[in-house]
Every structure is written in C-alpha cells, then in structure tokens.
C-alpha cells in the first residue's frame, strides 16, 4: 500500500499538474477542478470540453498504470441550467453526484433560482448509525451522564462535517435516529419500561447538540477581494 502523502504527491504530477495545462491549452469554456486523494470533480461549461477532457485523462491514466474506478467515472449535466435544459429536451431532472461524503443536487431557491444543494450521503448516515448502536451496547450499563457524554461527542463531531447550508433535514434526522438509539439502548437494560419518547427528548435536551448550520455558503467562505499593490 502507498501511503495517502506518496499517492498526493504522485497524483500531483500525473493529474494536477497535466490538468492546469490541459486547462490553459484545450478547454474552449470555463473549467473547474476539485481533487482531494484520489477522487476529483471536474466542471466544464461545455460538453465538448467535458468529452474531449475524459478522453485525454483516460490516456493520461493508461500511461502511469491507472484506470477510472469503473463505478464512480460518470459525464453528467449537472449545474445552473441543466434543469431547464434537460425540459426543453424533453428529459428527466439532472443526475445527482456524490463527494467527500455528501450528495450534489441540483436545487431551487424559495425565490425559483438556481440553488447547489449538498447532502450527507444515505450510505454514510447508515454506517454511522450501525457503528453507534454497536458502541451503545457495549455501553449499555454505563451510567446514563456517561453515555451522554461520549453520545455529545459523537453528535458534536457529526455536525462538524456536515452542519453546511441545505443540510438541515439531515441533521436533524441524523440526531432523532441517534436519540432512538439511545432510548432502545436504556429499554433494553431496564425492566421498566420508563423511557418513553418524552423522557427521552429531555435527555437528548441535556446531552445532544442541536442541529444548525455551522458551515457558510461556499461563496462567503471562499470569497476573495482584488487590493492594489
């Protein structure tokens, strides 16, 4: 196995570099490229580009010993105006993606306009459940302020990631289904039924971070302004 430091570096030069002067020299439209390890997203305004770009990185690849992973490698239209594109052609709503965790949805404001909606991926809540509630019954008899805390810690560090705009419902979900958990959990290790859902949103009150957005809008976070020398 290469180390994640050996395979940044590698792809560096065999992707990164070959990419920027692909950029200046072939693309006909704007383009945009996003890597981190070995999964990348790049954009074009035009679909020639996007074709030609695939083609070429596929070659690219085939000279280093590298492949497409076979079931993440897709050319979709995706962006401001696929969704009014794909209409007038007669066709369904854009195909959505996923990245570093989350799924990409072409979306809509309140106010009709274009709105980049993110996510957390369906697959990644569910692993993470599964991990949790095997956790919890190895901490089933610990005192109930104890799994609090370590239940906080793990809430906390959920919304960390993934608290960005568009992303609410999911939070919230992410920490009902955690507090259920928790409750099927205390019933289990009790011969009384007494955890009923209002005895258990009080705790979760006590102990579990409520869901907000700590995150910007990509356009706060990452805007620039030009200053004079």
């Given at each position: 196995?290469?180390?994640?430091?050996?395979?940044?570096?590698?792809?560096?030069?065999?992707f990164?570099?070959?990419?920027?002067?692909?950029?200046?020299?072939?693309?006909?439209?704007?383009?945009?490229?996003?890597?981190?390890?070995?999964d990348a997203?790049?954009?074009?305004?035009?679909?020639?580009?996007?074709?030609?770009?695939?083609?070429?990185?596929?070659?690219?690849?085939?000279?280093?010993?590298?492949?497409?992973?076979?079931?993440?490698?897709?050319?979709?239209?995706?962006?401001?105006?696929?969704?009014?594109?794909?209409?007038?052609?007669?066709?369904?709503?854009?195909?959505?993606?996923?990245?570093?965790?989350?799924?990409?949805?072409?979306?809509?404001?309140?106010?009709?306009?274009?709105?980049?909606?993110?996510?957390?991926?369906?697959?990644?809540?569910?692993?993470?459940?599964?991990?949790?509630?095997?956790?919890?019954?190895?901490?089933?008899?610990?005192?109930?302020?104890?799994?609090?805390?370590?239940?906080?810690?793990?809430?906390?560090?959920?919304f960390?990631?993934?608290?960005?705009?568009?992303?609410?419902?999911?939070?919230?979900?992410?920490?009902?289904?955690?507090?259920?958990?928790?409750?099927?959990?205390?019933?289990?290790?009790?011969?009384?039924?007494?955890?009923?859902?209002?005895?258990?949103t009080?705790?979760?009150?006590?102990?579990?971070?409520?869901?907000?957005?700590?995150?910007?809008?990509?356009?706060?976070?990452?805007?620039?302004?030009?200053?004079?020398?």
């Open positions: 196995m290469i180390s994640p430091l050996l395979a940044n570096i590698y792809l560096h030069y065999v990164d570099l070959w990419a920027q002067r692909w950029r200046q020299r072939e693309a006909t439209g704007d383009m945009i490229i996003v890597r981190y390890a070995d997203i790049v954009g074009f305004e035009r679909e020639g580009d996007a074709r030609r770009f695939l083609d070429a990185m596929r070659a690219r690849l085939e000279e280093f010993a590298l492949s497409f992973h076979p079931d993440k490698t897709r050319l979709i239209e995706f962006g401001r105006f696929a969704a009014v594109d794909r209409k007038g052609r007669g066709l369904s709503k854009p195909e959505t993606f996923t990245f570093l965790g989350f799924t990409f949805i072409c979306g809509t404001s309140r106010q009709g306009r274009f709105l980049l909606k993110r996510k957390t991926r369906r697959d990644r809540v569910r692993a993470k459940l599964k991990d949790i509630k095997k956790e919890l019954r190895q901490r089933m008899h610990w005192p109930i302020p104890e799994q609090g805390k370590w239940l906080r810690q793990i809430v906390t560090g959920h960390a990631y993934y608290a960005v705009p568009t992303n609410s419902r999911a939070l919230s979900a992410f920490r009902h289904h955690v507090t259920d958990l928790w409750r099927r959990t205390l019933r289990r290790r009790s011969q009384r039924d007494g955890f009923t859902w209002d005895r258990m009080k705790l979760a009150g006590a102990w579990l971070p409520n869901p907000h957005i700590l995150h910007p809008w990509p356009d706060e976070r990452f805007a620039v302004e030009n200053h004079p020398r």
